[in-house]
């Protein structure tokens, strides 16, 4: 793989990768689109990595941006200006392609990843410092999903294990339960922090609507100016 001349290759003691889509219509979430029409979802979408990206920045930390597809100058401008590195996401599913950005970023003389997903408004600056915070004293940190997965994921360098993102039951309600047993096989120590609500569907948006997170100011805008708040 070719690394942007952005991409640092010093050492650093913990690094955010965050996962993206390129925000085109029709390309991002596609369940949504269904109420939201595709540059509805689209605009919810971009709204929604905004915070994340702004949250990150709070804390200080280096962004890794792993975008799908191949070229990189699709993304949003502030988008690539606010990221240390920009890699393409390589893998056939998000067990692959979580495993492989892992990989890279250890493989760049990072310590700790904490590795999140871009739709989840409740995402903010204290989530990730807890998470840094637990990487201290633990192998391993997951944020609970509302559906039976994770949003979050962090990592000491010494605690990668491919397994840990292979025979994965994806896009179900196994997906932390059995994430969980393959750390206890590899004997890792593990600590969970709150359930996040990330939002795939108009029922996951309308939990979020009735329990708003203040600090997703981006996400609120546009949900309040497209008549949901």
């Known amino acids: 793989m070719n690394i942007p001349p952005s991409f640092p290759l010093y050492s650093q003691p913990i690094v955010v990768a965050l996962f993206v889509r390129v925000p085109i219509p029709g390309r991002v979430k596609t369940r949504l689109a269904v109420n939201l029409g595709n540059e509805g979802a689209c605009h919810l979408y971009r709204a929604m990595v905004n915070d994340i990206l702004h949250n990150i920045k709070a804390c200080g930390y280096s962004i890794y941006l792993f975008h799908d597809g191949d070229d990189q100058s699709e993304l949003p401008d502030n988008w690539r200006q606010a990221a240390d590195g920009i890699v393409a996401q390589r893998g056939e599913n998000i067990g692959e392609r979580m495993s492989a950005a892992f990989e890279h970023c250890f493989a760049n ?8 997903g871009s739709d989840i408004p409740g995402l903010d600056s204290s989530i990730i410092i807890s998470a840094s915070v637990a990487l201290q004293n633990h192998d391993a940190v ?6 039976g997965g994770y949003c979050l994921i962090g990592l000491q360098q010494g605690a990668y294990h491919p397994a840990l993102f ?17 750390c206890e096989v590899s ?12 939002i795939d569907t108009i029922c996951d948006l309308k ?7 203040g600090p997703a100011i981006a996400t609120n805008r546009y949900l309040t100016s497209a008549g949901f708040l």
């Open 207 to 213: 939990a979020y609507c009735q329990n708003i997170f």
């Open 142 to 147: 997951f944020a609970p999903a509302a559906d």
């Open 166 to 182: 292979q025979d994965i039951p994806w896009s179900t309600e196994q997906v932390l339960r059995t994430t969980l047993e393959k």
């Open 109 to 116: 003389k990072v310590e700790k990843v904490i590795l999140i």
């Open 187 to 198: 004997c890792l120590r593990v600590t969970l922090l709150k359930v996040l609500q990330d």
